[in-house]
């Protein structure tokens, strides 16, 4: 079996939610040093700290368990402790030959739900089955973590072949937040040419990509802001004294529906979604509190303008309607992004030379949002190019389902394409 299949199947094994990947962190860092790399950062040298809101945090307790974790998961000691508690690794080839800066991105966070577990299920079959509880790469992120270890090997073996930087970027928390914002804000992407990311079973013309499929580049991505929301309300008896009361369930259950009936936008996606709503305290009382999660999202900047306005304007309604109060938390903004043609014709191009793809679509479609656009608009912003390419794989289930599987023959063609688009990219005079 290929070595990075089995690193793929590795990771899958012992998964690890946003900002807790430190043995993945690890492993990704001793794996990158036996390899001969040199320049590696790791924790607060990849992430900006400071960017990271204190209530995304670890816990101290929390942090002091997932180190135990680690090391007991088969991480080297050495290793844990050099991520000073934070994850993400970048490795950096300098071919010491003048030449452009390339960053690739590859996200190694997990989401926070339990595999399926039952006999046919492949990663039961073959002894990978997630062994952390409510962890479980249901997105591809083991394999893309896989790919970007291979495409650093096969690029060290062909360093006298190029000039420039390449730098690989291994980025936590993709699925939360902050993961790709801390990494910009650490100025990691501020010398960068060329931006790609890769992304395991998206889709074009409508249908999911199968196995020997490809999508050079995407340009629908979607915004994304998240809030938790919070209605304040005051505990009665409804019974004694209702008319003492206010019901933060009321208010927010109205919130959620009037949410839901906002207008789309006619220049594009305008996307809403009520996803958690909890309250109450007890059948004989008035809920005096009431929490949801809400996110919007739009194609463009004025789409997610329209969205915040109109999403506050309920939120403000619904709170002097049922006169109580809220306050939310505000995650912030993933903003919408789009590759960049120059870049996907090259990709295209790079993609032609490796048989295993045997269906080549230009352009494909995320259908939502990826914080790699925090990325890409940072290195276009300085006037670079930038892309986030779809591999076509044959899965089990589509992604973020429990079930979620992908067919590994996607990890080496995958390599072969980093390889082949850095040397078109970097390729020595």
């Known amino acids: 079996m290929n070595k990075f299949i089995e690193y793929r199947r590795e990771f899958h094994k012992f998964p690890e939610t946003g900002w807790r990947e430190i043995r993945t962190s690890a492993r990704i860092a ?60 970048i490795a950096i080839l300098d071919t010491g030959i003048p030449g452009p800066t390339t960053a690739f991105r590859f996200d190694i966070d997990c989401l926070p739900y339990e595999e399926f577990d039952a006999d046919g299920y492949p990663p039961k079959e073959l002894g990978f089955l997630s062994q952390n ?14 790919i970007g270890l291979g495409a650093a090997e096969v690029l060290l073996t062909n ?33 960068v040419d060329y931006f790609i990311a890769l992304h395991i079973a998206l889709t074009a013309e409508g249908i999911p990509l199968p196995s020997h499929s490809i999508a050079c580049g995407c340009k629908d991505f979607l915004s994304d802001r998240q809030l938790d929301v919070t209605f304040l309300g005051k505990a009665a008896h409804p019974c004694g004294a209702s008319q003492e009361g206010k019901n933060a369930l009321l208010a927010a259950c109205s919130a959620a529906l009037n949410l839901h009936c906002i207008a789309p936008h006619e220049e594009g996606l305008c996307r809403i979604n009520v996803g958690t709503l909890h309250a109450g305290v007890a059948i004989n009382t008035i809920p005096p509190q009431a929490e949801l999660s809400v996110e919007f999202r739009g194609e463009s ?3 997610a303008k329209y969205a915040e306005n109109r999403v506050f304007d309920v939120l403000n309604g619904t709170a002097k309607a049922y006169d109580m109060a809220y306050e939310y938390l505000d995650y912030g903004e993933v903003p919408a992004g789009k590759s960049d043609d120059a870049l996907m014709e090259i990709m295209k191009e790079s993609a032609k030379n490796i048989p295993w793809f045997e269906k080549i679509y230009y352009e494909g479609n995320v259908g939502g949002t990826d914080d790699a656009t925090i990325m890409m608009s940072r290195v276009q912003a300085n006037g670079g190019i930038a892309v986030y390419t779809g591999i076509g794989a044959d899965t089990t289930q589509p992604l973020h389902n429990p079930q979620f599987n992908f067919d590994e023959d996607a990890i080496a063609a995958s390599i072969e394409l980093c390889k082949a688009i850095i040397l078109k990219i970097h390729h020595r005079q």
């Open 159 to 191: 360093k006298e072949k190029l000039c420039g930087r390449i730098k690989f970027i291994f980025q936590p928390a993709e699925e939360t937040f902050y993961g790709a914002q801390s990494i910009v804000d650490k100025g990691h992407l501020d010398d």
């Open 133 to 146: 509880s409510n962890c479980v790469h249901a997105c591809g992120h083991d394999g893309h973590t896989a």
């Open 301 to 303: 900047t004025t789409i």
């Open 30 to 89: 001793e794996i990158l040093e036996k390899m001969g790399y040199q320049h590696i950062l790791m924790g607060p040298e990849v992430v900006e700290i400071s960017s990271v809101a204190p209530f995304i945090r670890m816990t101290a307790k929390e942090t002091e368990d997932v180190m135990k974790r680690a090391k007991s998961q088969g991480a080297s000691t050495e290793y844990v402790e050099r991520t000073k508690e934070f994850p993400g690794v």
